[in-house]
């Protein structure tokens, strides 16, 4: 599954906006989220993996590779 979608589905399930979430990562990393940004990175598809993985931490869901 594109992590586009995966990122959807998790913000769905915990009822989060992506300007919650934009606001959370810049507080979680010390970097400059917004939501255009935020946004345009799921849009594009252009999600860094570690920002998964911040995304992940942020909304409590583990990634696991199988």
Known sequence: MPARETVKI??????????KLAEK?????GQKY???????KISR???RFDEVEIIAKILDFKI???
Do not use: G
């Open 10 to 19: 998790m913000l769905l399930k915990r009822a989060m906006t992506i300007t």
């Open 34 to 40: 917004t939501r255009r940004s935020l946004s345009n």
């Open 64 to 66: 696991t590779i199988e």
């Open 45 to 47: 598809s252009s999600l």
């Open 25 to 29: 990562m810049s507080e979680f990393t």
